[in-house]
Structures are given as structure tokens and as C-alpha cells.
């Protein structure tokens, strides 16, 4: 019995995964020998889980390799557990019983996608899904317009389908679709001809116009926000980042309804303005100082670089001519070998004497040795030292830099909090006085946003009160996020200086060692070549 073509409701697992790739795998010959060899599933590159009545997407994490997936004709509710098919390519969950497309961000390789007949209603949540050339929707329950326009972000579309949604029985959809959608080249696969795009446009001229003119707001607005995400990126190194834009000042408010209806009553508005203009004159400073100082950090991080690479550059050429001489030595000792050996062969001497010599050298060759690893090791314990002298003495400068600029900081956001709390006492006042002016007064008209807060006097002070304490906390936040990032990034650096110093003195150590293990490795078998055993002497005797 064919295994994918079973009728009864089925879960995904390896035994069905199995048995549909041997279903679908080669015929023959090649399909006896595949069904031997038995492909590895993370190896397998497309497989159909289809008419299976399949209830959930799971246990395809083991299809790592998989860039074809059709899982069509089954009851599929919900899309899910697919975020470790990133080699997807195709994908094919159509005549399913899904209602929301979700879970498709790690599929970014994705080009064809089908949700054919299913059940879904918007488009959404495929803002990663760049690379999508194929899309068919049809057969859904799409009834908006504004989800045809959700479309034109992926330039790459070339080829749609949304047949028998409610969107699409309106008069002239093709020809929306060809004037909204200028990427797309085929529609319900039928070319989508240059007078139908033509046409399409003069007919929603406006509100093609109106589009456009939002989307370039919207554009402008992005790269505004880039900008400002790169500048923090890039100012994030001295600790101020967006304290150059108005973002601290206008997360004051951003959940502060209360602060914001307070607004409303008359002369607020100019208090805010002046408390604006003087908060963001104290971010720039901050800002401006963050930048000075953190100038200031590299300058001395340079200096302080340039003299270890100078004490390594010294220490590293004294080495290299205590080595050079040792080398010569080397040579000289090698050369008397070769020599006694020429002498033992012409039986200039006898063995007991070539031997003796040879000790002798054996000697000498060891004391080289010693000597060698002594001064090696004599100017990496003098470069130790220093570079841990050096350490400590550039760990009390970025130190002394890094405490300043916090200080300074410090002080700028107490300039900050006497702000808020001159602010707040203002409004306070005003507010206070509009409340008591509109109790009196029938022809004071209280705004209806501001109605809840003017109940009465407890409910004044109590909103009053939570503004002033929000924008209190944002602003020692930011306070605590500065200092916290400054002093995080002053002990890593301490601690990393530490680190390297101890890994660069192991590893010069163990370069020490291997040089005079590779020594002796040489001259153990330069006298191994060279030896001869007492048998050959006596035989040549």
C-alpha cells in the first residue's frame, strides 16, 4: 500500500518521512539501490506530504537540507515549526484550513509560496520573504484592497494569483493589480499587458498618486530612522548614543497620556516648549562631552597600543639576535661533529677518542642550550614586567577618563532633573489654578480628555505626580544605562588587557620550549647519523 496516500488523519514523524521519500525516490534499479542505502533525511532535498490529512506542521527539523515542501490537500490550521527549513525555496500549503500567515520570518530564501483555498483573510507577516518571485492566494477570504498594496514591497514578485477572493470580484481589480503592482509580470498566469498597466493608472490616477506620495514620506521618514540607528551604532562607543536627537526627550511622553492632555490647557503649551528647548540644549552638551571623551579614551588607547608594540618590537628583536648568535654556535658545534666523524672514518682517531670529543660537545651543545633558553626567557620575564607596569599605569589613565566622563555626565543629568521638577511644579501650578478657575466658572470650557483629571484635586495631584515620577525614572534610566555601559566597557577592557597579557606570555613560553625541543630534536639526530655503533668500529678494524 502506498504510504502518502493513506486516508486516515496522520502526524508527522520519521516513519512516515521515511516512507515518503523511498515513495518518491528513483524507480528501478536506482530505487532498489537507494532503498538499500537509505538517503539520510537531513540529506533529502524535496518530499510531498500531501492527501494525508495531516493536522500539524511538525518534526520536519530533521529535513535540513530541504528546499522543496509540499504539504497541500491536508487540515493544516496553523503554519508553524518551520524555522529550520532556511534552504526553502518552495513551499505549498495550499487546500489547508489556514487563517493567518505567521512564522515565516527564517524562510528567507523563499521564491514560490501557495496558500491556494485556505482561509485566510489579510496579508501579513511576510516582510522577510525578499526573494519571492511566485505567489498564489486564491481561493481565500482576502476582502480588502489595501492587501493588494501589502504586495508592493517585494520587487522580486513577478507572478500572482488571488482568484475567487472577495477583493478581487471588484470592477477593474486587474487593473488595480497592473497599476499598483508596476514588479509584476503575470496576473492569474496571464501577461499582464503594458495598456492594462496604462489604463489601470488613469483609472486610480489619484489614489496611485496619493500612494505615492505616502510612501515617499514613509521612505524618508525610514532613512531618517536609519540614520539615526547607525548614529547610535556608531555613537554607542561613547556611551551617548541619541542623546543628539530628541529621543530621550520625547520618551518622556510617549506613555504619559496624562502629561501629554495637560498639554491642552492654556500656556502649558509654552512651558513645554521652553522645557524642551532647554533639556535637548543639555542632551547636546552631554552628547558633545560624550564625544570629547570618548576622543580623549582613544587617543590614549593609541598611545598606549604603540607602546606595547614597541616593547614587543624590542623585546622581539633581542630575542632574534640572541637566537642568530646561537645559530652560529650551532653551526660550529655541528661542523666538530662532522669533522670527529671524518677523523673516526679515516682512522685518524680511535672510537674511545671519538667518543670523548663527542661528549665533550654534548656538553657544550647543552650548555648553548641552557644559555639560549636562560636569555630568552630573561627578555619575555623583563617584557612581563613591563607590560604589566605599562598595564597598570594605562589602567589609572582610561580609568581617571572613564570616571570623568561619567561625572560630568552626572552632572548634566541633575541639571536635567532640576529642569523636570521646575516643569512639573509650572504645570502643577497651572493646572491647579485652571481647575480651581473652572470650579468657579461656568464659561471655562474643560476639554472631555482633560474631564478625568479635573474630577477633583486627588486626581490632579495623583496624575500630576505619576508624570513628574515617569519622567524621573526615564531620566535616571538613561542616567544609570550611561554610567552602566561606561563602566561595563571599562572592565572588559581591564580584564581583557589582563587576559591577552597572560595568553601572550603563555603562548611566548611554549615558543620558547619548542624552539630548544626542536634543538635538541636536531642534534639527537645529527648523532644518530653520525654515531656509529661499536660493532661497525670493530668490523672495520
Known amino acids: ?171 477593474d481589480f486587474r487593473l488595480f493589480i497592473a497599476a499598483f503592482l508596476p514588479h509584476l509580470v503575470y496576473y492569474e498566469y496571464k501577461l499582464i499587458y503594458d495598456m492594462e498597466r496604462e489604463l489601470g493608472q488613469e483609472i486610480f490616477g489619484s489614489k496611485l498618486r496619493q500612494l505615492l506620495e505616502s510612501e515617499e514620506r514613509e521612505r524618508e521618514a525610514r532613512m531618517q530612522i536609519d540614520k539615526e540607528i547607525a548614529d547610535a551604532a556608531l555613537h554607542a562607543s561613547s556611551f551617548v548614543e541619541y542623546l543628539n536627537t530628541h529621543h530621550l526627550f520625547d520618551s518622556l511622553f510617549l506613555n504619559d497620556d496624562d502629561g501629554k492632555h495637560l498639554l491642552l490647557i492654556e500656556d502649558a503649551k509654552d512651558f513645554y516648549d521652553e522645557y524642551e528647548e532647554q533639556f535637548l540644549a543639555l542632551c547636546m552638551q552631554i552628547f558633545e562631552n560624550g564625544q570629547e571623551q570618548y576622543r580623549l579614551r582613544t587617543d590614549e588607547i593609541d598611545q598606549f597600543m604603540k607602546c606595547v608594540e614597541d616593547a614587543q618590537t624590542s623585546n622581539q628583536q633581542e630575542s632574534i639576535k640572541h637566537m642568530e648568535v646561537f645559530i652560529e654556535q650551532k653551526a660550529e658545534v655541528f661542523y666538530k661533529i662532522k669533522g670527529i666523524q671524518k677523523l673516526l672514518n679515516n682512522n685518524e682517531i680511535t672510537y674511545e677518542e671519538f667518543i670523548d670529543k663527542c661528549d665533550v660537545l654534548v656538553l657544550e651543545y647543552d650548555k648553548l642550550l641552557h644559555d639560549i633558553w636562560k636569555a630568552l626567557m630573561k627578555l619575555e620575564l623583563e617584557l612581563y614586567e613591563q607590560m604589566e607596569e605599562v598595564n597598570q599605569t594605562f589602567e589609572q589613565s582610561i580609568t581617571e577618563l572613564v570616571n570623568q566622563f561619567i561625572e560630568s555626565s552626572q552632572g548634566y543629568f541633575s541639571q536635567i532633573r532640576d529642569l523636570e521638577v521646575s516643569y512639573a511644579e509650572n504645570i502643577g501650578d497651572l493646572a491647579l489654578k485652571f481647575q480651581t478657575n473652572a470650579t468657579l466658572s461656568e464659561e471655562i470650557v474643560v476639554p472631555e480628555i482633560l474631564k478625568p483629571i479635573m474630577s477633583d484635586k486627588d486626581a490632579l495631584h495623583n496624575s500630576l505626580a505619576t508624570s513628574h515620577d515617569v519622567h524621573m525614572q526615564i531620566i535616571d534610566a538613561r542616567e544609570d544605562t550611561l ?59
Open 1 to 171: 500500500m502506498n504510504p502518502c496516500k493513506l486516508k486516515e488523519p496522520k502526524v508527522i514523524n520519521n516513519a512516515l518521512l521515511e516512507k515518503c521519500v523511498q515513495e518518491q525516490g528513483p524507480k528501478g534499479e536506482a530505487g532498489r539501490l537507494a532503498q538499500i542505502e537509505k538517503v539520510p533525511l537531513e540529506e533529502v532535498p524535496q518530499i510531498r506530504l500531501e492527501f494525508l490529512n495531516i493536522l500539524r506542521i511538525d518534526h520536519l527539523w530533521v529535513l535540513t537540507s530541504l528546499t522543496k515542501l509540499n504539504l497541500n490537500n491536508n487540515l493544516i490550521e496553523k503554519i508553524e515549526n518551520l524555522e529550520t527549513l532556511v534552504h526553502l525555496v518552495e513551499l505549498n500549503l495550499s487546500f489547508n484550513k489556514i487563517s493567518k500567515i505567521e512564522n515565516l520570518d527564517e524562510l528567507a530564501n523563499l521564491e514560490k509560496l501557495s496558500f491556494y483555498d485556505n482561509e485566510i483573510e489579510v496579508l501579513e507577516n511576510m516582510d522577510f520573504l525578499t526573494k519571492l518571485t511566485v505567489f498564489s492566494i486564491g481561493r481565500n477570504k482576502i476582502a480588502e484592497l489595501e492587501n493588494v498594496l501589502y504586495l508592493r514591497q517585494f520587487s522580486n514578485l513577478k507572478c500572482l494569483n488571488m482568484v475567487q477572493n472577495p477583493c478581487s470580484e471588484t470592477e
Open 483 to 541: 554610567s552602566g555601559n561606561a563602566r561595563d566597557w571599562l572592565e572588559d577592557l581591564i580584564d581583557n588587557l589582563m587576559k591577552n597579557e597572560v595568553k601572550r606570555n603563555r603562548g611566548k613560553i611554549l615558543e620558547i620550549n619548542h624552539f630548544l625541543d626542536i634543538q635538541r630534536e636536531e642534534f639527537d639526530d645529527l648523532n644518530a647519523e653520525y654515531a656509529p655503533e661499536p660493532e661497525e668500529v670493530a668490523s672495520a678494524d
